[in-house]
């Protein structure tokens, strides 16, 4: 680790950097607290939490993702080795039965069991938890995260944990002082961190401890339903802690140095640290992030299930879009919905082209590292990576076309370009197929065209006959999207901009579209005086 008093270079402008950089410190200061007893030299620990309470979603791998970056940042910055760590909560108590699941009858019969003896509602599985674990790998590993799965019951089950719980019990009136003022009268007469098993239903037990004995490392407490008074060790996975001093217990026995969370988990980070001092620990270094949102603006819930899975996603974007959508200003709340993939693709797209001419280029190698294609391609930046056409071209072109397989755009394309094939361009090859899903799903059913206003129509009766001009001509985008732009200004369409709507509400039955001169250069010039000719003979819809 760098020399505290060296002045440091200048981050890459990237936010994985700026946080790399609060996790280099956080690991410079551990060091300095344990120097000499043989822990100093052991790698940066970053941990993702999950609940596996409901099925996985977007915002479990967006943690995953954000959290993979700020450790390749990390490494980068130091050249220190760093470790992830995925974290399953899976001893929890199932509270209740979430929406999206079969077989809910059952699962309400095991409300209050941890989750990892819950049955499997899928029956693929020996748990639900096992099966939403499962679940999450599975995702984790089609994207290529380097990671280590940790679950909760195995760690208290198998004593990772046995130590700080003892450590919990010699301290619990400290802990009860941070979280009681929290609560509500009620619970706060009854709160206590540690949360004994049942030895005979299992259940994790909400109750108050009658005695905690630290020497022995047990509680007793009684069951508010029999009346029974028990002895129960804390360790060895007879008892688990309330979540806000679970995730501190976890921060003090693990070491964790970095872990990120949502912005409504604010005020659980706080007393989290608290109590995670009050063990003899020091919270990890973190961001904050914003919430995904649904298209009405609601928090997605894992339970409702109000958001994109990963596999929605991918049915019509490549796994690059889907990381570029949760690298984009993740302090920002951003809605997570079907309409917001092409524009991710084309951010893509656009990064890679530029890291592209900074790699052939003698920039700053900090260029290239602000680059979020530097962080999805591990380091480097393929070629391959990268599509001469964009995702919103090809659906343009797929809507215009009425394109319901890849052969029809691989006409035009082979038309524009013959040196392109799928073999060639494999990541356009992928495109294209996107591209014609999404066409299918969503931009044919809402397709609608309107009838051109009289200047409207004498601009495109103008624009027609310019671009016969060019029929049979191999000619430049840049020409044609000039010629456009000439036609718009000599018309007079005041904003300029009025004049693209006007381009894509009449020809392409969108709001929306790309630039006009790269389509036409696509789609073909004696394609685009027919699209506009029978555009200017279509009659009002009712």
């Known amino acids: 680790m760098s020399d505290p008093n060296t002045p440091q270079p200048p981050l890459p402008r990237a936010w ?44 479990t791998f967006g943690e995953v993702a954000r959290t993979s970056w700020v450790r ?13 760590l995925a974290f399953s909560d899976d001893m929890d108590a199932l509270r209740k039965v979430p929406d999206n699941v079969p077989q809910r009858d059952m699962l309400a019969k095991f409300i209050g069991q941890p989750l990892s003896r819950v049955p499997d509602p899928f029956g693929t599985h020996e748990s639900f938890a096992a099966h939403n674990n499962a679940r999450l790998c599975n995702f984790l590993d089609q994207f290529g995260f380097d990671y280590e799965f940790a679950s909760s019951t195995l760690y208290y089950t198998g004593g990772r ?8 019990l010699e301290v619990h009136e400290e802990i009860v002082g941070v979280i009681a003022p929290t609560l509500g009268a009620d619970r706060r007469a009854t709160y206590s961190p540690v949360l004994p098993l049942h030895p005979r239903t299992g259940e994790v037990m909400q109750v108050k401890m009658d005695a905690v004995n630290p020497a022995e490392g047990t509680v007793r407490w009684t069951d ?4 029974e008074v028990f002895e129960t060790p804390v360790t060895g996975g007879h008892a688990k802690m ?4 679970d995730w501190a217990m976890r921060w003090y026995a693990l070491g964790v140095d970095y872990e990120m969370s949502g912005k409504d988990l604010i005020d659980s980070v706080r007393l989290s640290g608290k109590i995670c001092r009050i063990l003899g620990g020091e919270p990890p270094a973190g961001l904050t992030y914003e919430l995904f949102l649904d298209e009405q ?60 001419a900074l790699q052939a280029s003698d920039a700053p190698e900090g260029d290239l590292r602000a680059n979020p294609a530097w962080f999805f391609g591990k380091g480097k930046v393929e070629a391959q990576s990268g599509s001469p056409v964009f995702f919103s071209m090809l659906l ?73 001009g060019y029929e049979g001509e191999s000619t430049d985008a840049s020409v044609l999207q000039n010629l456009v732009f000439e036609i718009g200004k000599r018309h007079e369409f005041d904003p300029l901009r009025s004049w693209f709507s006007c381009l894509y509400e009449v020809l392409l039955g969108q709001k929306e579209g790309p630039r006009f001169g790269g389509f036409v250069a696509l789609y073909g010039v004696s394609e685009t005086v027919a699209l506009i000719e029978t555009a200017l003979l279509r009659e009002p819809q009712e």
């Open 161 to 168: 944990f046995d130590a700080a719980l003892r450590r919990v």
């Open 297 to 356: 603006g609601q928090k997605i819930s894992k339970s409702k299930g109000n958001g994109l899975s990963v596999e929605e996603w991918l049915r019509y974007a490549p796994q690059q879009s889907l990381e570029q959508f949760m690298f984009n200003q993740p302090q920002r709340a951003k809605r997570l919905y079907f309409d917001v993939i092409p524009k991710a693709a084309d951010d893509y797209l656009t990064h890679v082209d530029k890291a592209l």
């Open 224 to 227: 508010p339903a029999t009346g």
């Open 16 to 59: 994985p950097f700026e946080e790399a950089r609060k996790l280099a410190d956080h690991v410079q200061a551990r060091q300095g607290r344990v120097k000499g007893d043989g822990k100093a030299a052991r790698p940066a620990l970053l941990e993702t939490g999950y609940g596996p309470s409901g099925l996985p979603h977007i915002g």
């Open 242 to 245: 309330q979540w806000k001093a």
């Open 72 to 84: 390749q940042a990390y490494t980068e910055l130091t050249g220190q080795p760093a470790q992830l």
């Open 396 to 468: 343009n072109l797929a809507s215009v076309a009425n394109a319901e397989t890849p052969e029809v755009l691989w006409g035009f394309i082979r038309r524009y370009d013959a040196d392109v094939s799928p073999e060639t361009h494999p990541m356009l090859a992928g495109l294209v197929r996107y591209a014609v899903a999404y066409y299918i799903d969503f931009v044919r059913p809402s397709k609608v065209f309107r009838v051109p206003t009289d200047k409207e129509r004498a601009a495109l009766v103008d624009l027609a006959v310019s671009l016969r």
